[in-house]
């Protein structure tokens, strides 16, 4: 729908006890690419209180938006303490500044087989190589983030069987939670079956980030087969609210894309959004 009454009522549901839904509400705000969410974006990163995933999901917004003037704020939370918030800044600083080079005005990027505004380009054609390069530069750990989040994003539009595997070998990154959460969700868009076995893994590790845990869990959601199914509801109580929140909602999209009802949650797709003025 979009609009300024649509950014109320959204940010009205930022008092929700849930950080799942507060997360979700903040990447439905940076989705819209409407500088009126600003200021309501901004007060979440700068809330230390707010639960991590949910000021990364601000700050993410903010570089969706990619408005200069939310430069300054996350410059501030570029060295936050907490991990995933100072990463996300750093990358939605690394999208504003491409958003202003001339890279970013090439018909390359208008040709993405997805709708999400994402928090890096895919690499050029010409720079990426095929789907060994940007394996590698995605399992690169000496590669800026934003370079690696790039090589990330052209192995989901390419979404053959091993750029899908060389993407869940993501997975196994130990040096971030931020990065790992993000091969998971772009898994969960390209719902390609070879991902399942190494989701289903991440998911069952009670070690692991309660927030890469969840991005799993919604990525076994899209992906919806029998097994999918199967490992969510063996995780539909677990003790971390994130995670068995996440499995609910993953369970009720499997019951969607196993029936022949609407796709889940498509309803503003197919909505024409209010001009901004």
């Known amino acids: 729908l979009g609009g300024e009454c649509a950014i109320e009522c959204i940010a009205s549901c930022f008092t929700d006890p849930s950080a799942l839904l507060k997360h979700e509400c903040a990447y439905c ?3 819209m690419r409407d500088p009126r969410a600003i200021p309501t974006l901004e007060k979440l990163l700068r809330d230390e209180k707010e639960e991590a995933i949910v000021r990364h999901e601000a700050a993410e917004a903010l570089g969706a938006i990619g408005e200069p003037q939310s430069v300054g704020v996350l410059q501030e939370f570029a060295a936050d303490g907490t991990a995933v ?4 800044c750093q990358l939605a600083l690394a999208r504003i500044a491409w958003l202003a080079s001339a890279e970013s005005q090439l ?6 087989p997805y709708s999400s505004v994402d928090p890096a380009p895919p690499l050029l054609p010409d720079d990426g190589g095929g789907v060994e390069q940007q394996a590698q530069v995605l399992m690169d750990k000496s590669a800026p983030l934003f370079e690696r989040y790039r090589a990330m994003f052209s192995l989901r539009n390419e979404g ?10 993501g997975l196994r990154c130990p040096s971030s939670a931020l990065f790992r959460h993000e091969v998971a969700y772009v898994l969960g868009q390209a719902r390609h079956e070879a991902a399942v076995e190494r989701l289903g893994e991440v998911l069952a590790d009670e070690r692991e980030c309660g927030m890469v845990r969840h991005e799993c869990a919604e990525a076994l959601g899209s992906i ?4 999918c199914f199967e490992m969510l509801r063996r995780f ?7 995670v ?4 609910a909602v993953a369970l009720d999209m499997c019951e969607y894309e196993n029936s022949c009802e ?3 949650a498509d309803t503003l797709l197919k909505v024409q959004p209010e001009a901004l003025i």
């Open 262 to 264: 609407l796709q889940y």
């Open 29 to 31: 705000l940076g989705q």
């Open 107 to 112: 018909e390359d990027f208008a040709d993405s």
């Open 236 to 242: 539909e109580a677990d003790e971390e609210p994130l």
């Open 244 to 247: 068995r929140e996440s499995c």
């Open 160 to 169: 053959s069987e091993p750029a899908i595997r060389a993407l869940a070998e």
């Open 224 to 227: 919806a087969t029998g097994d």
């Open 85 to 88: 918030v100072a990463e996300t």
